[in-house]
């Protein structure tokens, strides 16, 4: 008969330091297996097999209320949401879920906070008293930016690598809009050129009220801090809702945004459901404007909800965006760009070039050499070092993705790498980069976002050809064009239906410039100077400055 026991044992044993603080309990099966060899043996097997749990057990993930009025608070109703990390499957911990009743609290808070001290105290207290906190919070993000990165990873499933670069970019962009917010002081009472000469008009842009943010899973906080930053510069109040499939760093922000003193209600974070308390916040009365990202189906109910109330929307949606390589181009730059624009961010970007349109002359060439470098991009836990690919961010975000190949290939398309679990990986909702080629454009594969690491490619003989294959699609957000003629790169750059366009590249994004799109892309601009303008109502003041009578009116003799 064998025995077992269960052993309990420091990892100090192991040499790799990142699991010398954890111990664990090792099955060892019949005494007589219990030589020293035999149990280093074993700890080296299952710091293998454990590995993934031994990166992420050094990251404890903070238990938050809803951030409400300055405050955290527990939801009214009592209900927290799991958070599922995608590469253990594992429930790390748990976010509030609030519902309408938290929603009316924050954004009762936030209207008082617009209000307080007739204003001065946030709206009307003028961007260079604003730009000091979005520059406190610039600096606290960058000194927590190694654990709001892992965070990051954990909760999404994004790579260390692109979350560290996220956590610089959410930095970035709270710096450029204390900036903006300074030169809005500039702004204020500009003068108006007018064609009569008794009328003097100033421009006043003012903040436009309490504004409702819902944000998506695929960029936590980067996409939180492009509305957040920009509604506070201009001074507007906020309430945020990020997803419930990623909320944890959002929460982070709150608690920032509390550590710099930002004045109550300022800011709220409430997350939960979309249904309970997304959609509540999209109808409610009391919020001036509603800017939101994520699908086309949500971001048509967050419109109709606000049109019942005539409330303006910015609407940043799902895409399907082409990027065309023309026969001259460098084939192995293109090919590198092309992965970057398919499987960055895991493939789950609004913005992704999914569907690649090759040139005839050097098809065969760019696909033999896609298929080999996208299966030797390494795929592993998101927190691994140089990790180029992580898990999907759920486990319905994996079916629906598989899904998808699925589909395609039973429509006809031609596997070239991909398509499965990698075989090294045996939990999380991994996807090894998809590359399919002859998809024709009645395919879904071609014509639906698929929010996962899977590129679709078709071919064209001529720039005609790829112009037209590349704007029939409902969407427009972007689009890339790789050639090393700059002429037609400009002739295709300015054909192509989309509000960012990509010349000899993909994805690059900065906050300086412009981002969003046309068709069922959405509308609106998020970013730069355009970002700033979404929070902003535009008055005028206009003037009488003659000492004459107005004289439309004859005078009536008696007067
Ligand atoms: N364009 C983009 O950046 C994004 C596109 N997507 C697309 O959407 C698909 C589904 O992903 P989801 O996370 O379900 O996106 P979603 O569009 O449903 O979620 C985005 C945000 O809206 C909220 N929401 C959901 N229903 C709502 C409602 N009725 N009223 C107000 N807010 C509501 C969600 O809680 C979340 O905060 C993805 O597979 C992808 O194709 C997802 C995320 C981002
Ligand atoms: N950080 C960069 N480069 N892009 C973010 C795009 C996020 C999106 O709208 O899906
Ligand atoms: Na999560």
New binding site residues.
Partial sequence: MVASLLLRLPLSSCSHPRYSRFSCTIPVSGPSLLTPGRVGERIRALVVQFGDMGLHAGVDVPRRGLFIDGEWVDPVLGKRIPIVNPTTEETVGDIPAATSEDVDAAVKAAKEAFYRNKGKDWAKAGGKHRATFLRAIAKRVAERKSELAKLESIDCGKPIDEAEWDMDDVSGCFEYYADLAEKLDERQYAPLELPMEQFKCNILREAIGVVGL??????PML?ATWKVAAALAAGCTAIL?????ASVTCLELAGIAKDVGLPRGVLNVVT????E???P??SHSGVDKIA????????R??MS?ASQLIKPVTL????KSPIIVFDDADVEKAVEWAMFGAFWTNG????ATSRLLLQEGIADEFLKKLGIWASSIKVSDPLEKDCRLGPL?SE??YE??QKFVKVALDEGATLVCGGKRPDHLTTGYFLAPTVLSNVKPHMQIWTD????PVLAVSTFKTEEEALALANDTQYG?AGAVISKDDDRCKRVSEALEVGIVWINCSQPCFCQAPWGGNKR?GFGRELGEWGLENYLSVKQLTRYISTDDWGWYPKPSKL
């Fill in positions: 819902i944000t998506p899973w695929n960029y996409m809702k990020p997803s419930e499939l939960g459901y979309g249904h308390a997304g959609a916040l999209a939101f990202t994520g699908s086309t189906a949500t971001g109910s967050v909800a940043e949606l799902g895409g789950q970007i609004c913005s961010v319905g975000q629906k993705v976002e698929v929010f996962g957000l892309s």
